[in-house]
Nanobody, 118 residues
Framework: QVQLVESGGGLVQAGGSLRLSCAAS????????MGWYRQAPGKQRELVAS???????NYSDSVKGRFTISRDNAKNTVYLQMNRLKPEDTAVYYC????????????WGQGTQVTVSS
């Protein structure tokens, strides 16, 4: 079992920055990749960024060049640095961890609200 706790959301003006954190606990060794997803009202949850154990990152086109995902293995924490925020970035942001031991799993955090005012 992997447990995830997000923090760092809040209200920011357009053009501002926020950093989200996701602390993982439990069966850390079983995680293959972690990522950030977001869900805006009335929309489907979408991938924002992901990072593998090998450090390979992936970003959605809408955030490339503005957001950066990183990880601190010593702290079992993944970060999402969000710069040049736009009102359309407003959503609940969820942390996700995926692995394949002892069986394929996908764990989610409780979500953190990010609101960008224009």
């Amino acid at each position: 079992q992997v447990q995830l706790v997000e923090s760092g959301g809040g209200l920011v003006q357009a053009g501002g920055s926020l950093r989200l954190s996701c602390a993982a606990s439990g069966s850390i060794f079983s995680i293959n990749a972690m990522g950030w997803y977001r869900q805006a009202p009335g929309k489907q949850r979408e991938l924002v960024a992901s990072i593998t154990n090998g450090g390979i990152t992936n970003y959605s086109d809408s955030v490339k060049g503005r957001f950066t995902i990183s990880r601190d293995n010593a702290k079992n924490t993944v970060y999402l640095q969000m710069n040049r925020l736009k009102p359309e970035d407003t959503a609940v942001y969820y942390c996700n961890a995926r692995g394949t031991w002892p069986a394929t799993f996908s764990s989610w955090g409780q979500g953190t609200q990010v609101t960008v005012s224009s």
